[in-house]
Structures are given as C-alpha cells and as structure tokens.
C-alpha cells in the first residue's frame, strides 16, 4: 500500500529565534514562524487554504483568517497528541492535500514554555492526563519526568541498560547544538557532567530532560505537483503513520511499558515509504528525555528491543555516525518547540541546507513526535 | 470538610469512579470486574475492553501485589510536595492482574526489585480523602 508516498512535499518552512523569554506572544510566535514558512515556499498567506495550529496553546485556525485575510479557508483540524502533534499534523496536513480538500496547509506551532507555565502545571490541565490526574497526581507522579521514569527503570531493569548509555545520547545531542547558532545551549556538554547533573526522577537526571523554551515553528505542505513550481527544492513525504499504545492514558496499565505507539507506526511509515531502517540518512528523533530517543530506537527498528543502550554508544548516533540523531541539537539542546523543530531539520538536511551539521548526501531521512505518554508519530522523507 | 492545610492534589471522583474512593475511605482497595467476562480492570472506566459490557461489580481486592517498576522523585513538581523528596514512587502489580501507581515509604530505594512483594495500606490524608500506599510484605 503506497498510501501518501511520493504525493506531497514539505515546501516551506520557517522559525523564529529559539529563547529563554521571547518577550512576544504566542500569537506573535505562531504568525511570524507561519509567514517565514509561507515567504520560504514561495507562497503569499492568501494562498494558505489549510491549517493545523497545534491543539491547546490558545491559538487556533481562525487566528490565522483574520490575521493572514484569508478568503477560502477550506480546511482546518488538530491532532491533539502531546509531542507527537507536529508529526501527526503533517499525515492530515497530507490527507487533505493528496484528496484535493486544500491545497496549501500550514502546520504551525509556537509557545512560551520557559517564559509562560511551566509542565508541572499545565498537564494537570490536559484532558489526555484526566486519568493521571485523578489517581496518580494524588499520590505525587505528577509531571513527565516522573511518569516516564518508571518505563526507564524497567528497561534498565530487563535489558542492563545504563545511565551513562542515557548520557550518550545527551552529549552527542549537545554536541551537534553546538554547530547550531539558534540553539539555546551553547556550551559542550562531558560525560560526567550529565552523571553529576542532579537526579529530578530516577533514573533520570536533570540532563536526561529537555529544555523549556520560547519560540514558534511552521511548515507549509503542498502537493508534490505544485511543490515542484515553487521556489524550494521539494522534500517528498515518503511515508507517515501515527500510533497509539496500549493503555494510552496511563502508562502503568500497559501491556508492555517498554514499547511506545512510534513500535506501531514505524513498521507502517517504513511499508509505505517502501524503504528499511538501513536506508535512512539522518533522523530527527523526539527527545524530551534521553531515554525516549534511546526507546524509539528500537521501536524503529534501528536494533532490536533491548540494545538501545549499545546502539547509542560508540558515536554511532553522533554526526559522521551509522546514524546521525538529532542534528539541529533537539528538544535536549536546542529548543522544545514540540518537535516542529526536528521537522524543520529534516527538510534542511534533505534540502542540503543544515549549515555545519549537514550530513553529507542526505537523501532519506526521519522524523519522530512523540507525546502524551506514549502516543508516537513517524514520517520519512526524501529529496 | 476540607482540610485547608492540606496542600497536595485532591482527586476529583466521577461516577464511575466514586465506589473506589468510597471504599478507600474505608480502608478497602476495591477493582471493577466485568459482570459479563469477568475480567478485572484498573482504573475505573464503563466498558470492559475485553467483551464490551457495561455491566460491572466492585470486587475487593487481596491487596498484594509485586513491583513492577518504580522511580525516586528528588524534585517536586507541585507546591504540595515541597520538602517531602526524595520519595519512592511504585508501579504496583496487583495480584488480580491490573496495576496501579502508589508510594512505597520506609523502603530502601537501592534495595528496590522488579518482583519485591508487596502490599496496600491506607494512609487517611484528611477526613475526606484517603489514599492507598503499599510497604514490603514479609
């Protein structure tokens, strides 16, 4: 089933700088990524007949008709899945384009995590995290960190794996920041630095977590027949799926707590892009925590479950690696614009246009969201 | 009555989840059982995910069960817990087959197991509300 393959393209994409206090609103976030996407494709904002804003940051379609004037709005949707919302946006984003519904969508996301409310607070107010709220929240697992730390302990548990092999990935991840002038770290990042970070949930330290950030992120999707008459060169949405855990709204009851819905979707983006794991380039992995990267390594198919930990070592994620992660600096270093920013990348880098941290010869490539608990998102792309 | 000076997040039952808070104030941990199937489940939800009933009892449960998984929280992300990490938070394993979150106080964090057995008590918080907790069972 070819599904999506090969009939759309990322054709525009745009960001704001990355900061710790924007000093703008969300609102302002949202429309200057958007319009830096839509000036990136080639495209006026009247020409925009399809947006996806992200769901629950107060911004939403209609934002976008008054400020933009657009006059034939023909569709709108959101995909409310945590961190796997951006990804996920881009398979409806897709649908209505491959039918004909739009022509032109924009998925678009922005926010103040570090300047406006911070995790701890906003997730109680979520409905996916209703069930966490009433029985688990009493009882103090309370934020992310807390409540992915026990699917860390029980991989570490069956499979040996080891905080230092957490702090692989954060490192390498660092590393690549570095070569990154709109990341928000700047500074290298050793080994031992990451095991005398201070634990926040064990096993994971407080360098096993992303940041809080400011910024807004955008991306325009077109057909892959008008993607060829605009400016860029077209990056092909190869294949894409969403997928949801077992027990999606607490993590406690699931089936398997070591395997997230990306162990769903891969084997489905992968049957429509018509490509395997060994075929990718450069991969854009979600990484709110180190050990979800090391997690949905496996449920990509990467290695097998269990051999997480070794993969990550070694340099093999690093730039110059098997398999480059994370190239722009991640959700760890660079910015938690919920993953919009991994999108981004990926196109850069299947453009040729990542700057120090381009991979050379990048032709395919992946993109990872994840969120909500478990909820997993992956496309593959091409040039 | 509320007690004003408590500080952490109270749950706010539904009607389908009022009988387990009920009985938690009675020092029992109770878990529907689907009157069709007879298959458990946790937490508190209308339908049985295996036959799709709707009918349901509340079974006590034996309250032992093992650790499944667990973690220590050393930073507090509510007010209401300020000054009480670092604390052990336990994936529990009933013995009737559905797990749930708990605390584990007055454990060694470093002797924690995969499989440790395991069992409920009840701690009352306020008058109103009461939650379970579990310690090691010899």
Redesign the interface.
């Known amino acids: 089933m070819n599904g999506l393959r090969d009939r759309v393209a990322i054709t525009g994409i745009g960001e704001t700088a990355y900061t710790r206090g924007s000093g703008k609103s969300i609102m302002s976030l949202q429309m200057e990524a958007a319009l830096k996407a839509i000036a990136d494709a080639g495209l006026s904002p009247k020409d925009i007949d399809g947006v996806i804003p992200y769901a629950g940051m107060g911004v939403v379609a209609e934002d976008f008709i008054t400020n933009f004037g657009i006059e034939d709005l023909r569709y709108s949707a959101t995909t409310p899945m945590g961190g796997a919302s951006c990804v996920a946006s881009l398979q409806t984003a897709a649908m209505a384009v491959a039918t004909g519904v739009a022509t032109h969508v924009l998925c678009v996301v922005g926010r103040n995590g570090y300047s406006g409310s911070r ?2 607070s906003r997730v ?1 107010q979520m409905p996916q995290f209703k ?1 966490i ?11 992310p ?2 409540l992915y ?6 991989h570490m ?2 499979y040996g794996t080891t905080s230092e092999q957490f702090g692989h990935i954060a490192v390498t991840i660092r590393q690549h920041a570095l070569l990154n002038d709109n990341a928000i770290m700047q500074t290298p990042m050793t080994l031992e630095e990451h095991q005398n970070s ?7 330290r407080l360098f096993d977590c992303c940041l809080e950030s400011d910024g807004g992120t955008a991306v325009v999707v077109s057909s892959a027949e008008r993607a060829r008459d605009l400016q860029r060169p077209p990056v092909y949405l190869m294949g894409i799926a969403e997928g949801h855990p077992d027990s999606p709204s ?4 699931r089936t398997d ?1 070591t395997r997230l819905g990306t162990a769903k979707a891969a084997p489905q983006a992968f049957a429509m892009a018509g490509v395997t794991p060994t075929e990718i380039d450069v991969a854009e992995i979600y990484d709110c925590f180190t050990y979800i990267v090391l997690c949905q390594i496996e449920d990509l198919g990467f290695c097998d479950k269990g051999e997480g930990g070794a993969f990550v070592q070694g340099g093999r994620i690093a730039l110059g690696g098997e398999l480059p992660v994370n190239t722009h600096g991640g959700l760890l270093s660079q910015a938690h614009i919920v993953g919009m920013n991994h999108i981004v990348e990926l196109v850069k880098q299947l453009r040729g246009t990542a700057g120090k941290a381009q991979v050379a010869d990048a032709e395919i490539g992946l993109v990872t969201g994840y969120g909500d608990m478990g909820d997993g998102a992956v496309a593959i792309m091409r040039r | 009555m509320t007690d004003a000076s408590y500080t ?7 009607l389908d ?1 009022q009988p387990y808070w009920d009985a938690l104030k009675e020092h029992r941990l109770v878990l529907q059982q689907c009157a069709s199937c007879g298959t458990s489940r ?2 508190p939800r209308p339908v049985c995910a295996h036959c799709f009933s709707m009918e349901t009892t509340w079974i006590e449960a034996s309250g032992q069960g093992t650790v ?8 507090p ?2 007010p209401g ?1 300020k000054g ?1 990490t ?2 052990v ?1 336990v ?1 529990v394993e009933l013995e009737e087959g ?6 584990l106080p007055e454990v060694d ?1 470093d002797a924690i ?2 499989g440790m057995p395991v069992e409920v008590y009840f701690e009352d918080v306020t008058a109103e ?1 009461t ?1 379970p907790m579990f310690r090691l069972r010899q």
Do not use: C, D
Not at chain 1, 133 to 143: D, K, L, V
Not at chain 1, 149 to 154: D, I, T, V
Not at chain 1, 198 to 204: F, G, Q
Not at chain 2, 68 to 75: C, I, L, N
């Open positions: 995790v701890g109680a069930t709220a009433e029985y688990e929240m009493p009882i103090g697992n309370i934020a960190p807390q730390a026990h699917m860390a302990r029980r548990e069956l201070r634990l926040i949930a064990s096993p994971l607490t993590i406690t009851q707590m | 952490r997040p109270i749950p706010e039952p539904t989840s946790h937490y499944y998984s667990w973690t220590v929280a050393h930073h992300f509510h817990f009480k670092p604390y938070l994936t559905v797990r749930m979150v708990s605390q964090p197991k995969i509300l939650l």
